[in-house]
C-alpha cells in the first residue's frame, strides 16, 4: 500500500524523523492559508500524487505549469494550488495517462545545501532490510545504479535490533557529513530504522535528503509503502488508503479478501 508524500511526512514526524514544516491543502484558499502559517518568506507547492517525477513532470492542462513549484507569497501559493488541483500530471513515473492532483502539500522553503538520497527496502537475498544511501542525491537513482553503482552504499540491519549507531555513523560519513551533522544523522537514521519496522514498511524512499545551508538534516520527500501482507496489523493506517491512486480492479480483488 502506498500512501501520498504529505501522510509519509505525517509519520517521519511521529517517528522523530525530521521533515520540514508544511501543510496539505485541498483548495487554492487552504494553500494561501497554509503559506501565511508558514510565514514565509518561500514555500514550495507540490501536487500528491502516487507517482516521483513531480519536480520535472508538467500539466496535461497547463504544460507550462510543473508538479513542484516554489512560491513567494500567499497569492502565488493560492495560484499554483489553483493550476494544480483538478488536472492531470504526467510524470516519467505516471505513464503518458498521467495522474489527476486532488490536493497539494504547501511546504517551507529550504536553503539546500546538498541533496543525498537514502532508501530502504526489503532485500531478500541479506533476508532483511538495507539501507540504500548515496550523495548524489536529487536525481534519479535508477540512472545512479546503471551508471555509477559504486555511488551507492548499502547497509542491512536486523529488525530486532534496530540500526546500531556505529552501522548509522557509517552511513553518515559515507555520505560525506562531517562534525556535528554525523549525529544528527545518527538519530535521523535510527529513528527511521525504526519507523521501518514498527510499521512494517515494504520501502521508504527520501529522495531528496537535504543537508542545509543551516546544517540541518531534512527529508525533502517521502515515499513510503506498507507490506499488504501487514496492514491488519494496523488498522489506523487504513485511513491513509487513496483508493483513487489504486488500480480499480485491484481494489475489488482486495474487497473480496484475494491479494
Ligand atoms: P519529486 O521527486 O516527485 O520530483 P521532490 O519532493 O523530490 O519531488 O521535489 C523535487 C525537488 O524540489 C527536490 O529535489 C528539491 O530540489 C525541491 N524541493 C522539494 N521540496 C522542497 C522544499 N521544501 N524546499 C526547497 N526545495 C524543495
Ligand atoms: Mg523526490
Do not use: W
Not at 494561501?32 to 510565514?39: M, S, V
Not at 489553483?82 to 510524470?91: D, M, R
Not at 531528496?208 to 517521502?222: F, R
Amino acid at each position: 500500500m502506498k500512501i501520498h508524500e504529505y501522510q509519509g511526512k505525517e509519520i517521519f514526524r511521529r517517528s522523530g524523523v525530521a521533515v520540514p514544516q508544511g501543510f496539505v491543502a485541498n483548495t487554492p484558499q487552504e494553500a494561501a492559508e497554509a503559506f501565511k502559517k508558514l510565514g514565509g518568506p518561500i514555500a514550495v507547492v507540490k501536487a500528491q500524487i502516487h507517482a516521483g517525477g513531480r519536480g520535472k513532470g508538467t500539466l496535461k492542462e497547463i504544460p507550462a505549469q510543473r508538479g513542484v513549484q516554489l512560491v513567494k507569497s500567499a497569492e502565488e501559493a493560492a495560484k499554483v494550488a489553483e493550476a494544480l488541483i483538478g488536472n492531470t500530471l504526467v510524470t516519467i513515473q505516471t505513464g503518458e495517462e498521467g495522474k489527476k492532483v486532488n490536493q497539494v502539500l504547501v511546504e517551507a522553503g529550504c536553503n539546500i545545501d546538498r541533496e543525498l538520497y537514502l532508501g530502504i527496502v526489503v532485500d531478500r537475498t541479506a533476508k532483511g532490510p538495507v539501507f540504500m544511501v548515496s550523495p548524489d542525491g536529487g536525481m534519479n537513482i535508477e540512472e545512479v545504479a546503471e551508471h555509477t553503482p559504486d555511488r551507492i552504499f548499502y547497509e542491512k540491519f536486523d529488525v530486532d535490533t534496530g540500526l546500531l549507531g556505529y552501522q548509522a555513523r557509517k552511513l553518515a560519513t559515507t555520505l560525506g557529513l562531517k562534525g556535528k551533522s554525523i549525529g544528527t544523522a545518527e538519530k535521523f537514521f535510527r529513528a527511521l530504522a525504526k519507523m521501518f519496522v514498527t510499521y512494517d514498511c515494504s520501502m521508504v524512499e527520501i529522495n531528496p535528503l537535504v543537508v542545509t545551508k543551516e546544517g540541518e538534516l531534512l527529508a525533502l520527500d517521502a515515499k513510503v509503502t506498507f507490506d499488504d501482507n501487514a496492514t491488519f496489523r494496523h488498522p489506523d493506517l487504513a485511513e491513509l488508503r487513496d483508493l483513487t491512486e489504486e488500480e480499480p480492479a485491484e481494489v475489488r480483488a482486495a474487497q473480496s479478501g484475494l491479494s
